[in-house]
């Protein structure tokens, strides 16, 4: 990807009605009803998610059937005309931890964690789990996987890209930032042994650039193929207000600075209200007890958060942009993980849960309408000194690379 190629326009998929619990209710149906949609938005690539529990229920077995509606909905992609990335190990997502049965190591959670939920543990575990970094049988369970779903997919058109996992030290770190290099780069060579072809990447998110939390982004582009960012406005304190739209440009560019290469910004978006309200901040009681407290933006300010955000991330050279997510979700998924503690969950969608594009997803999809392409940056961060010198701490530098992106308007 150089400059003049396409700019590279996606989302990230889970079914309006079945969210995480898809592939253990899969329906090829649905799946062809809304790749045609995410096609009708424009958009040529998805990224979608291999649940761990519903792909390895046991560390010695991969499951036969997931593969197979793999395959299923890789064909339905190449008939469409999309390009499909899937994620291993999930792992993270949407505010709890889903971790199969085996994972689990006995020993009771730490205070802190977040919830660790199962298709079939919506409540939640009291033990915690094993090190996915360094254990050694979870480590071969990996590899195991690696190479059974990557050498299924291998000579599939509709392939792109493999992710080694989504915001990973959320759900596990490593002990530290060597064991974390060190990870990824034998799952990359894992996956390269069945592969050789397809690029890999892993989807590292902006605590990554807060922080040293085991998987730097100048060591994990090192080992891998394409740099990506995952960040959120309505999430970081670094954000001038939660809807800034020079927050995630920001840190695309600061994050190709570290990598030293443009990156795709994988996932950014926000929540809206189920029907059109003005932007407000709603508390939402969560799990533990807690409350937590989270942006639901109007219908307009949600569409010119994407129309400002998109063009930007243009001019700072990036690579591409994939929206979180695709769907709103269906009421009937209201009372199961995530939705059921993690309100703004049910409405990030650029489509509400009967398929009716919002206006956030129009924004999308004029965007892909002007055909898109990768431009030089326009601006850039520069950093102090080198990855090593900004890791020692981060904190330190970000409020100050910020200003001085800002002020290269």
């Known amino acids: 990807m150089t400059i003049a190629s396409p700019f590279l326009l996606g989302c990230n998929y889970w079914p309006r009605k079945k969210a995480m619990y898809w592939w253990a209710n899969y329906d090829a149906g649905e799946v062809r009803e809304e790749f045609a949609l995410i096609k009708e938005l424009g958009l040529r690539y998805v990224r979608l998610f291999l649940l761990w529990e519903s792909f390895q229920p046991k560390p010695e077995q991969v499951s036969a059937s997931a593969i197979k509606n793999l395959l299923t909905t890789c064909d339905i992609a190449g008939e469409i005309g999309l ?79 493999y992710s080694l996992g989504n915001e990973p030290d959320l759900f596990c770190r490593p002990p530290n930032a060597l064991a974390g290099k060190a990870w990824v780069r034998e799952m990359v060579r894992t996956i390269k042994s069945v592969d050789a072809t397809h690029p890999v990447l892993i989807g590292l998110h902006t605590a990554s650039l807060h922080a040293d939390v085991g998987l730097r982004v100048d060591h994990v582009a090192e080992e891998t193929d394409i740099s990506v960012m995952h960040g959120y406005s309505i999430y970081d304190r670094l954000a001038r207000h939660l809807l800034d739209p020079d927050y995630v440009p920001f840190m695309a560019a600061l994050t190709a600075a570290l990598a030293k290469r443009p990156v795709i910004f994988e996932e950014f978006g926000l929540c809206t209200h189920e029907n059109d309200e003005p932007s407000r901040v709603i508390d939402m009681p969560q799990w533990n007890g807690k409350i937590r407290s989270n942006l639901f933006a109007s219908d307009e300010d949600g569409a010119e958060y994407y129309r400002q955000v998109l063009p930007r991330l243009q001019r700072v050279g990036a690579l591409g942009a994939f929206a979180w997510c695709f769907p709103d979700y269906d009421r009937s998924l209201w009372n199961l993980p995530p939705c059921d503690f993690q309100w703004h969950e049910r409405f990030f969608g650029l489509v509400r849960a009967d398929g009716r594009i919002k206006p956030m997803g129009k924004a999308v999809q004029d965007f892909a309408r002007t055909n898109p392409v990768v431009q030089a940056a326009e601006r850039t961060v520069m950093l102090p000194d080198s990855g090593d010198e900004f890791y020692k701490n981060p904190e330190l530098y970000l409020k100050d690379l910020y200003e001085k992106f800002l002020n290269l308007k």
């Not at 298709?119 to 033990?127: E, H, I, Q, V």
């Open 83 to 161: 390009c499909m990335q899937p994620t291993f190990f999930t792992g993270h997502m949407s505010g709890p931890n889903w971790a199969p049965d085996w994972l689990l190591n006995g020993q009771p959670r730490v205070e802190g964690e977040r919830q660790l939920v199962s298709l079939g543990r919506k409540d939640g575990s009291p033990f915690g789990i094993y090190n996915v970094y360094t254990e050694p049988f979870v480590v071969e369970a990996e590899k195991l996987q690696l190479r059974t779903v990557c050498g299924a997919l291998k000579d599939h058109p509709a392939v792109w890209a």
